[in-house]
């Protein structure tokens, strides 16, 4: 349904001091410093886990070597989704205004609507990654106590117990990323590379990670985390939704990955028998 004068009433006679409301100052765009972004060209895309070998066991003299078997698991699968906004306005509406282009107003609107999509869309993979509703390749949630191992066994991607942002829950975090280990259990080299938290804890996050001696006791001991750049970047996200969860990025391969099957579209078409303008913008990811 198109936009009408009735609508758009006050912008119909002079005397109006300004007008705002539609476009604002907007963060610089966040999803992209969590997400290593990558093209696609189908409906939808797959990334399959392999594993490798065990150990090698030792060789007793004149006996023969043991032969151990490699495959494939689980599979992950990217689904790209259309994501689309549209207005129209009426040819009266667009004529009888005073105040500039309606068209061009909504259109900056309709991108800002298109910015806060993107940024909801990636940020739910945070703001859903405990929950066993959304689950992975491994039909368990990005981060668990047990997902299961193709050598055997489980791994931890998460703290066994719960626990707020401080510079204990941090230690603890870092040292089970030093302690990663690949499907036979073989350690990976993994680091720590950015912590993701929420506006509420970036005060907190400060104190703990950016003061050279220990915060919140009366000794004076080092702050070991900053002192030995266990954690080297903090990122503020403005679209977590738990304003007490906080996340360690790693450099592991194959990680968060934004799948990118069209770009935003920008389209506008005018309707002969009416008169009215249409706008659109689409953009498909997953």
Known sequence: MAMTRAQFR??????INSLFG????QYPK?????FKSEKSSKAWEEDVLMHGFDAAPLKEEGAGTAYDEASDGWTARYI???????????????DDN???SLSRKYSAALARSMYYTEETVHADIFNNAFD?????GDAKPLLATDHPLMGGGTFANKLATPADLSETSLEAAAIAVENFTDERGIPVKVACKKLLIPTDLMFEAKRILGSDLRVGTGDNDTNALKSMGTIPEVMVSHFLTD???WFILTDAPEGLKHMERKKIQRRLEGDFDTGNMRFKVTRRFS
């Open 132 to 136: 066993t509703s959304y689950t992975g």
């Open 243 to 245: 304003t007490d969860a």
């Open 22 to 25: 539609l476009t604002y100052s």
């Open 98 to 100: 005073l105040y500039g």
């Open 30 to 34: 966040e999803w992209t410093h969590c």
């Open 10 to 15: 006050n912008l119909l006679w002079e005397g």
């Open 80 to 94: 790209n989704k259309t994501y689309a906004l549209a207005f129209a306005i009426t040819e009266e509406a667009i």
